[in-house]
């Protein structure tokens, strides 16, 4: 029997000279965005900036609202669904040219060209797309979804 779970997620586009950071749970395949779960109550960038501070022990600050991507994906007889509320970060403490280090053990940080995410499997695969989109200028409101593709088992750890 398939049991199911949501997720309301806030993630954060860190973006520095056509590089963005990108999160990876060591011992998995995909790649996703910083950021995590909201919490009851909590307002989207009030928990990204939380998720941040917890990940990698420094101070951000929203720079606008990107936009939403639904998501879906089964794992272990599983069904997930989350949402992704979307926010362009800025984070004055990192440098491109080097990786952050990460406060929790099962995460590591890494920067990645935003032409080629396809190559780091980040997850949501929409984010594939739009975040090229973005460096290129355009500035439209996201909707993404991948609910309409049905299930995805791809590559999801």
């Known amino acids: 029997m398939i049991t199911s779970k949501f997720h309301h997620l806030t993630r954060g586009i860190i973006i520095s000279q056509d590089q963005v950071l990108l999160a990876h749970a060591i011992g998995h395949q995909n790649t996703f965005l910083p950021g995590g779960h909201i919490e009851f109550g909590e307002s989207a960038p009030d928990a990204l900036k939380r998720e941040i501070e917890e990940e990698l022990g420094l101070s951000c600050y929203i720079d606008g609202y990107l936009g939403s991507v639904e998501h879906r ?14 926010f362009r970060v800025k984070v004055p403490e ?13 995460i590591e940080f890494y920067w990645a060209s935003v032409y080629e995410l396809a190559g ?8 594939r797309k739009l975040i090229p989109q973005l460096v ?20 999801i750890e």
């Open 73 to 86: 994906w089964e794992k272990n007889k599983e069904l997930h669904c989350e949402m992704n509320q979307v």
């Open 94 to 106: 990192l440098d491109v040219l080097q990786s952050p280090v990460s406060l929790e053990s099962h």
């Open 120 to 127: 780091h499997h980040l997850q949501p695969y929409p984010f």
């Open 136 to 155: 290129r200028g355009d500035t439209s409101i996201w909707w993404e979804s991948t609910l309409k593709d049905g299930i995805t088992t791809d590559n």
